[in-house]
């Protein structure tokens, strides 16, 4: 089996998730007492934040294209929830949109709500079920207006929402990540 190298969330909690999910698929395939063979490193949010706010997208990163080879298969209006950054910033919506899907955001309000909890909350490790009603209703009114999908584009709304909170497919970037290390780990 092949070591993943994993990076985490942006907080210390989604990472647990990361490994978690990792160590659960790689038992699942292999029985036994088998684990993932996992190097981590776990980051530091606050530079990430601090890239976010100068606009340095390069040195921040993007996840969001990986999920792109998943989403085309839902062929989809896409949702993208994550920080103001993620939902406003052009880097993430023309990645998606080079893979031919129209990505549609919240409105100001909504994107302030989102990028609220994400920050004085769930990187806290804070879940709060009004919180989750807040994401339900931004979802929701979004699917109304005709979405047929939601990206997950933040890893720590997927300490959050799931699937039942939605009326159409989620697209849960962490767990999309983890799938792809493991088949890496599991592959020759």
């Known amino acids: 089996m092949r070591t993943i190298g994993l990076i985490g969330g942006m907080c210390w909690d989604s990472t647990a998730e990361y490994y978690r999910m990792a160590n659960q698929q790689i038992a699942s395939h292999l ?19 601090r890239f976010q706010v100068e606009g340095d997208w390069n040195s921040a990163g993007a996840v969001l294209a990986r999920s792109a080879r998943t989403l085309e298969r839902a062929g989809a209006a896409v949702i993208v929830l994550g920080t103001s950054f993620t939902m406003e910033q052009p880097f993430h919506r023309e990645r998606l949109a080079s893979h031919g899907l129209t990505v549609v955001v919240p409105d100001a309000d909504d994107r302030a709500a989102v990028h609220r909890i994400i920050y004085d909350e769930l990187v806290h490790g804070v879940i709060r079920e009004e919180s989750r009603a807040v994401y339900r209703r931004v979802i ?14 933040c890893t720590e709304i997927e300490l959050l929402i799931t699937a039942a ?4 497919p989620l697209f849960p970037t962490a767990q999309i990540h983890v799938a792809a290390a493991v088949d890496f780990a599991l592959s020759e």
């Open 140 to 153: 929701a009114r979004l699917v109304d207006a005709g979405a047929e999908g939601v990206i997950l584009g």
């Open 165 to 168: 909170d939605s009326a159409v």
């Open 31 to 49: 029985g036994g007492f088998h684990s993932a063979r996992i190097l981590l490193d776990s980051l530091d949010f606050a530079e990430i934040e």
